[in-house]
Structure formats: structure tokens, C-alpha cells
């Protein structure tokens, strides 16, 4: 399997800019796609393809890929994106690997 | 709307089978596949496998193969993924969730998810 790397947490003021890392060999060769899970709920696809944002989503999430690095930044953190997040990465013919979750606070 | 709706919790003893039902509405069911992802209490998630509904492909995470089995059923729009031989370490949450394939490629974003499946395995 493929692994990719998070921190395990991220913390960040109300209204900064939070940026969360997923690194992995020759990372920037596969894409990548982020989750946010919270308690209790399924996990929400907030990029995909690297730095595409699906409908509803926030343009307050970015996403970036390249090298052995990508990184979900989320510009002007609120409250409400007080959650985990995980980073996913495939490329064609093989397996999708996650990674193993940030936990961003907001404080 | 995209809809995918689990079964509810199990409880299971150890060397027992579980399967987990998804069911999926507000889109054609055909046209897309069906993975199954896991969580464990107080860890990540983790990917099992997916089925290409419209050809019935399956692709199985290499710690599952010969443990897992995937099938959809087109009649009513719902996806199975059974797990045998089940261990402690098998309990987690379960989610089904939505990706789109071709006859050749797999676009391996999740775009849509189940509530997941709590599946507890303990004597």
C-alpha cells in the first residue's frame, strides 16, 4: 500500500488561514482528494483532484499538490470547520491510500 | 438528491459473517460504482474494495481479498459488501460511498456517502 503522512493535529484562530499536510513519495504524480469527517457524520468530500471544490463546498478550501506535498488550506477558518481531515491520494491503476487524519481545532 | 442508505447495526461473534446493505436513490445506480470504506474506533479510515455496478467489476484492498465479497443488485439500486471470519479488530464503522468508473478507469473521489454501519464483533 501507499502511505501518506498527517500531522496529527492542526489548531488555528478564528478568521486565519489553517493548512494541513499529506505527504507522500512522488505525492504530486497521484491526485489527491480531502475529507472532513466530524462526530457523527459521513465524511464530505471538500477537494478533489488536487484543488477542485465540489458544489456546496466552500470557497474558503483550497487544495495544492506537488512534489512528495499537498496541502488543504482553509482560508478564513471558522468554527464550524472545527473537524478531522483526511487526505486521499490514487492515480490510475492503483489503490486508493488515505491518510491517517489531522485533527484541526479551531480555538 | 444522492442518497445512499445503510442497514443497521450488527453485533457478531468472532469467526462469524457480516453483510452490509446500501441502498442508493436520486441518481442512475448503473452508472456508477460503490466502494466501501472503515473506520475502527480512534482510527482512520481505510479502504476496502469498490464494484462497478453497471459490469460488476470488483477491485479488493489486498488485506481483504479472500475475506470480502462486494455485489450489487440493479433491481433495487443496493450494494452488498459481506465480510467472513470476522475478528475483534474488524469492529468499526462501515460506509458505502459513491465514485464514478469507466470500462477503464476509476475516478476515486468519494462524492457521496452512506451514515455508516457500526458493526461490533465480540464474543
Known amino acids: 500500500s501507499y502511505d501518506l503522512t498527517q500531522p496529527p493535529s492542526v489548531s488555528v484562530s478564528p478568521g486565519q488561514t489553517a493548512s494541513v499536510t499529506c505527504s507522500g513519495v512522488k505525492l504530486g504524480d497521484k491526485f489527491v482528494c480531502w475529507y472532513q469527517l466530524k462526530p457523527g457524520q459521513s465524511p464530505l468530500l471538500v477537494i478533489y483532484q488536487d484543488s477542485k471544490r465540489p458544489s456546496g463546498i466552500p470557497e474558503r478550501f483550497s487544495g495544492s499538490n506537488s512534489g512528495n506535498t499537498a496541502t488543504l488550506t482553509i482560508s478564513g477558518t471558522q468554527a464550524m470547520d472545527d473537524a478531522d481531515y483526511y487526505c486521499q491520494a490514487w492515480a490510475s491503476s492503483t489503490a486508493p491510500s488515505f491518510g491517517g487524519g489531522t485533527k484541526l481545532t479551531v480555538l | 438528491q444522492v442518497q445512499l442508505v445503510q442497514s443497521e447495526a450488527e453485533v457478531k461473534k468472532p469467526g462469524a459473517s457480516v453483510k452490509v446493505s446500501c441502498k442508493a436513490s436520486?441518481?442512475?445506480?448503473?452508472?456508477?460504482?460503490i466502494a466501501w470504506v472503515r473506520q475502527a474506533p480512534g482510527q482512520g479510515l481505510e479502504w476496502m474494495g469498490r464494484i462497478s455496478v453497471y459490469n460488476g467489476n470488483t477491485e479488493y484492498a489486498q488485506k481483504f481479498q479472500g475475506r470480502v465479497t462486494m455485489t450489487a443488485d440493479t433491481s433495487t439500486s443496493t450494494a452488498h459488501m459481506e465480510l467472513r471470519s470476522l475478528r475483534s479488530d474488524d469492529t468499526a464503522v462501515y460506509y458505502c460511498?459513491?465514485?464514478?468508473?469507466?470500462?477503464?478507469?476509476?475516478?476515486?473521489?468519494?462524492?457521496?456517502w452512506g451514515q455508516g454501519t457500526l458493526v461490533t464483533v465480540s464474543s
Open positions: 436520486g441518481y442512475s445506480f448503473s452508472n456508477y460504482a
Open positions: 460511498a459513491r465514485l464514478y468508473c469507466t470500462e477503464t478507469t476509476c475516478y476515486y473521489n468519494f462524492d457521496s
